[in-house]
């Protein structure tokens, strides 16, 4: 990781702010004007006035230093409006590359590590800017300030100053690599903790079928415990700011003090200049040295890091596209093929999926039903490309299972329904941009939408985060009004019907199933089976494909599956 890409990702996103972050440079400014003349007005305090015989002009020099902390007040206030300005459009926009780079890098098992990019790391940006913004810039620029007032009061002072913070910078610098190197560790561990994470909570119910629940959390521990050791290398480099805290901080300030009686005596430093240098130092430098040391190796650092990390994931390439998935649509049918696939959660678990071969011709109505646990939904992330099967091969159209490929040809609507936050028309178009009004009225009208669309007032209804104005049901038929209006070839359904009572149920799979195009729907009831052109029974590693009326006559446990249901 370079600093440059970092830069440029954070430029990118930064630079529409130019005027705010222009105000909240002019107003830093003015706040840091006490931190500039403090030292300077108290040696004029001491020297011209209470040790010179004039009380009165030693007040009022210290009258004029209280009048530039209440402007510096002033200032501090001015600058929250401005800070917000800056910080608070970065998060949308960052979020909205990385989710668009994730999609198009479209990498299998980052599903994980996308979750973590999107939510943690794009958040930490816009908070860690926000703090280094408020707290580091606020504190820096105060430190900067007593320098140079430091300076101008006592060059000599000033150089004996700088040499000694530059000596604890320089070790801060040395240090900094290795700081980098390990807090990016801890990054990449906790994206791991989400890859891993992922795949078991997406199988957890075949994990819990399988009796494999110490596997999956020896899975889970392996990673975690993982990201404790980076933790821990990380926080023992936090040991050097001993160093640079004594030489950028402590010893400045004993030399001063230690030193005094003989500067003022053999040196010709007066009382106020000595008492303005101390002054600099406890009031600028040593507050300014000390967040730079402690922000700097947790606030900036972290900034640093999550930033080139993220730049990382946008600057990655699209996945070049095999020869053979670039055969235009229209040139093959939509087969979904399986060949000998097997399916396992870990290397020493039992297969959930065990040498399946199956072939859905395009057009097919399949439905999958089995026992809980069976891997039901374990079958729907593998013919979807969320899991890729450790022996055999998936294909549709003749074509491996290309993510890029992938996402326009399938639409996998799960049972969690996600509605976000926005109308309803953007809920409903979200796989089909700009559709006919006519069409969007035949999708919700097709799926049972319709009086849901009504009692909301509309297409342009506001819903609210979670969709929490719908029920459960009506959030599963905004899901499948969407695959509805998506131009997906093949929908699959892994109980995404399991909020609507049978009759809803049966006119949204129908709809879907008229729309054209393959469907697959993995069934919670046998209702649903009953109306499929093709049925996959799966009963632990064995399965059993055929009609509704070859599979009563030829499976004992799907006759008392249909026997059961309808008793």
């Keep these: 990781m370079t600093a440059a890409p970092a830069a440029r990702l954070l430029h990118r996103h930064v630079r529409g702010q130019w005027p705010a972050m222009r105000r909240l440079g002019a107003w830093s400014a003015v706040e840091a004007l ?6 300077l007005l108290l040696a004029r305090a001491i020297d011209h006035g209470f040790l010179a015989g004039r009380p009165m002009a ?30 608070e459009p970065l998060r949308d926009s960052l979020v909205d590359e990385v989710v668009t780079a994730v999609l198009r890098g479209g990498t299998r098992g980052a599903a994980g590590a996308g979750v973590s990019q999107v939510t943690e790391q794009a958040e930490a940006v816009r908070a860690l800017l926000g703090s280094a913004l408020r707290n580091v810039r606020q504190l820096l620029s105060a430190g900067v300030a007593a320098l140079v007032g430091l300076a101008l009061l006592s060059p000599r002072l000033a150089l004996v100053a700088a040499l000694s913070v530059a000596i604890g910078l320089g070790i801060f610098g040395a240090f900094a690599g290795v700081q980098v190197r390990r807090y990016r560790a801890v990054v990449l561990r906790a994206e791991e903790i989400g890859e891993a994470a992922a795949v078991i909570v997406h199988g957890v119910r075949d994990v819990v079928a399988c009796a494999a629940e110490d596997r999956a959390s020896a899975t889970v521990g392996r990673v975690v415990d ?51 240098a101390a002054a600099y130092l406890v009031t600028g430098l040593q507050p300014g040295i000390t967040v730079l040391v402690d922000a700097g ?33 229209a040139a093959r049918p939509f087969d979904l093929e399986a060949r000998r696939v097997t ?36 079958l729907a992330d593998l013919l979807t490309g969320l899991s890729a099967p450790q022996r055999g091969r998936i294909t549709l159209g003749g074509a491996p299972l290309d993510p890029a490929w992938t996402r326009t040809a399938i639409t996998l609507i799960p049972q969690e329904s996600y509605v976000f936050a926005g109308t309803l028309r953007e809920n409903l178009t979200y796989l089909c941009p700009h559709p006919a009004e006519t069409r969007l009225d035949d999708a919700v009208h097709a799926v049972g939408l319709a009086e849901t669309v009504d009692r909301l007032g509309g297409y ?30 093949v929908i699959v359904l892994d109980e995404a019907t399991s909020h609507l009572h049978p ?8 709809a879907l199933a008229d729309r054209g195009g393959t469907l697959i729907v993995i069934a919670h009831r046998i209702s649903s089976a009953e109306r499929a052109d093709l049925i996959l029974l799966l009963d632990g590693t064995a399965h059993v494909l055929g009609t509704h009326g070859a599979l009563l006559r030829r499976s004992p446990l799907y006759a008392e599956l249909v026997g059961h249901w309808h008793t």
Aim: with cysteine; glycine share 8%.
């Design 34 to 39: 006490p931190a500039f003349a403090s030292g």
């Design 58 to 87: 030693g007040l009022a020099w210290l009258a004029a230093l209280a009048a530039l902390y209440a402007l510096g007040a002033v200032a501090t206030g001015r600058i929250y409006p401005w800070l917000a300005a800056t910080v």
């Design 226 to 276: 993982a990201q404790a050791r980076a933790l821990r290398a990380y926080a023992r480099t936090r040991l050097v700011r001993v160093p640079v805290l004594a030489f950028g901080v402590h010893l400045p300030l004993l030399a001063l003090l230690l030193l005094s009686p003989y500067l003022t005596a053999h040196q010709g430093f007066t009382t106020g200049e000595i008492a303005g």
């Design 297 to 329: 190796g947790t606030l900036l650092l972290s900034l640093a890091v999550v930033l080139g990390r993220l730049a990382e994931i946008c600057a990655t390439a699209p996945e070049a596209v095999p020869a053979a998935t670039a055969v235009p649509a």
């Design 343 to 378: 399916f396992a959660y870990s290397p020493r678990a039992a297969p959930v999926i065990d040498d399946l071969s199956l072939h859905v011709p395009e057009g097919t109505h399949l439905a999958v039903v089995g026992p809980s646990g069976a891997g039901k939904s374990t």
């Design 460 to 489: 342009d209804a506001a819903i609210p985060p979670g969709g929490a104005t719908l029920s459960q049901g009506e959030r599963q038929l905004v899901t499948l009004a969407r695959a509805y209006l998506s131009p997906a070839p």
């Design 503 to 510: 009759a809803a149920e049966a006119r949204a799979e129908q």
